[in-house]
């Protein structure tokens, strides 16, 4: 690899760092990925925002349309 492409890289990886450092569970594309068929984040997120055990059975995400 010479030096323009590592500068390429270098500069894309800056910049998916950057998009990634500003989502949060609140980003559509982010919790899909997050909790698609994770039960037990699920679970563990939902018991921490209602504050009791909960038991999850079935997850069901957005779907792009």
């Known amino acids: ?5 590592a500068s390429s890289k270098t500069q ?3 910049k998916i760092n950057k998009i990634v450092d500003e ?3 609140f980003d559509d594309e ?6 698609n068929k994770n039960i037990p984040a699920t679970e563990l997120t939902l ?7 909960i038991t999850v059975i079935d ?3 957005q779907e792009e349309m």
């Open 1 to 5: 690899m010479d030096n323009m492409e």
């Open 12 to 14: 894309d990886n800056k």
């Open 23 to 25: 989502m949060d569970l």
């Open 30 to 35: 982010l919790m899909t990925l997050v909790f």
């Open 47 to 53: 018991s921490i925002i209602i504050g009791r055990k």
């Open 59 to 61: 997850i069901g995400t």
